[in-house]
């Protein structure tokens, strides 16, 4: 077993035992998880209730399918690899990722199951799905009456770093962590607004590159409210600032290693995987919507002119789009989805964007022309993502094709959460819906 990182050393408060935090993501991108002893976490397995997939972020119980509600609330277990456990960010503590089980079988619900199967479906073509993580995320502090408020970023401006971007630090903190977790870093920068962060992984494979996203948002968010501060990946906080959103950037690596999209752009006729991929994204644009942007307030950032994966439409080197191919060669030549916001399970999300791109392949559809206009004030398409959540909810239920990849299971109960959720935000205005969200992204 792995002893303290480098970065814990300096933790205010110290530990004299060693321990393992064992983590899942549920539906809704909560890092559930519980604190064992070592000696516990050597078994490799660890019991907890399926209730955690009957339950909305303020708690509210619903008879969600899968959930186990009407069940009695039984138990799962989360299988891991003790001989795998991460450096943790906290004194003394590693960190276990796992799957899911329920009565000895992959339990349906697991969002880091629905990705294994993803992937494995890819590489039953011989692909590896490589993906690299972009997100955005806006820093508050207190004011003196004690409200989370803006922070103070008085010299901040677009691709801004150093202390007028970041007077108080807190992206070294984060670096220092990230590092010595061993969650690699690609970029941090300021992003379009004050005081809003872009905050970038290097690529990995698919499983890896959402488990890493999964640490890296939940690291950053607990160092910082240590030190005073909310690191906030709510899509929109802000009605007069930008969005917040997550960006995947997705390329396949066939059995020699060769990135298949290399030489795409550089030959000027895009490959078959590329087209088929752009278009099975593109032709289940509306349902994708559900999981990737899974808040009311997801949809006050999708909109259009706001370069944030609104329309259903692509292009090369266009950030106006939704599926944007980069124009990048050789080993970097990528898609970049545009759509998701951190609301969302980076292991659900992941293995949706792969399955309606594996659609596509598979049925040879074609994605049409790239867009050439704008993208802002004049668009070569009419279709785009649902006005609100429960349209998008509609339009996931609807599109059986897309549920079925995903896993009808898991979509089923994500729906029944999420339509409870909107109950629970009816009587909400906008600012009541901010701070019902707030603590949790």
């Not at 939940?218 to 802000?238: C, D, I, T, V």
């Not at 059995?255 to 994204?281: C, E, H, P, Q, Y």
């Not at 080197?317 to 399970?345: F, Q, Y």
């Not at 022309?369 to 993502?385: S, Y």
Request: glycine content about 8%; some cysteine.
């Amino acid at each position: 077993m792995n002893s303290l990182s480098p970065f814990t050393a300096d933790m205010s408060r110290a530990v004299a035992f060693e321990r393992a935090r064992l983590l899942f993501a549920d539906q809704l991108n909560l890092a559930r998880g519980k604190y064992v002893p070592m000696t516990e976490a050597a078994k490799g397995h660890a019991r907890f209730c399926v209730g955690t997939y009957a339950v909305t972020y303020d708690r509210t119980l619903v008879a969600a399918p899968g959930g186990g509600l009407l069940d009695g609330l039984p138990d799962m277990e989360m299988h891991f690899d003790p001989d795998a456990l991460r450096p943790g960010w906290e004194p003394g503590t590693q960190i276990a990722l796992g799957q899911l089980q329920f009565k000895g079988a992959p339990f349906p619900l697991c969002g880091r199951g629905a990705l294994i199967r993803a992937i494995a479906a890819w590489r039953a073509r011989g692909l590896e799905p490589m993906v690299g993580i972009e997100m955005e995320a806006y820093v508050f502090q207190r004011d003196a009456a004690g409200n989370w408020v803006p922070y103070e970023t008085p010299g901040a401006f677009v691709y801004g770093t150093g202390p007028f971007t970041d007077p108080a630090g807190l992206v070294d903190t984060i670096w220092e962590a990230a590092h010595a977790c061993g969650i690699p870093i690609e970029s941090m920068n300021a992003e379009y607004d004050a005081p809003q962060f872009e905050l970038t992984l290097r690529f990995a494979d698919a499983l890896r590159a959402a488990d890493d996203a999964f640490l890296f948002r939940q690291m950053a968010r607990e160092l910082l409210l240590r030190k005073g501060y909310l690191l906030s990946f709510l899509p929109k906080p802000f009605a007069d600032k930008s969005g917040s959103g997550l960006h995947f950037n997705i390329s396949f690596r066939d059995g020699a290693g060769r990135n298949v999209f290399a030489d795409d752009v550089a030959s000027g006729t895009l490959s078959a995987t590329m087209r088929g991929a752009i278009a099975g994204m593109l032709h289940h644009h509306e349902a994708l919507a559900a999981i990737l942007a899974p808040t009311t307030n997801s949809y006050a950032r999708l909109q259009p002119a706001s370069l944030s994966g609104y329309w259903a439409n692509w292009g090369i080197d266009h950030r106006s789009v939704t599926v944007r191919v980069s124009a990048e060669t050789g080993a970097a030549a990528r898609i970049e989805h545009r759509m998701a916001d951190c609301a969302a399970s980076p292991y659900v999300a992941i293995a949706a964007l792969l399955q309606a791109a594996l659609i596509g392949v598979e049925a040879g559809m074609d994605p049409g022309a790239p867009e050439t206009d704008d993208g802002l004030e004049t668009v070569g398409t009419d279709r785009h993502t649902p006005h609100d959540l429960p349209a998008a909810l509609d339009a996931l239920e609807a599109d059986t094709v897309l549920t079925a990849a995903v896993g009808a299971d898991l979509v089923a109960n994500f729906i029944a959460i999420k339509r409870e959720e909107l109950n629970n935000l009816a009587t909400r205005d906008e600012a009541g819906t901010i701070a019902y969200y707030l603590p949790y992204i």
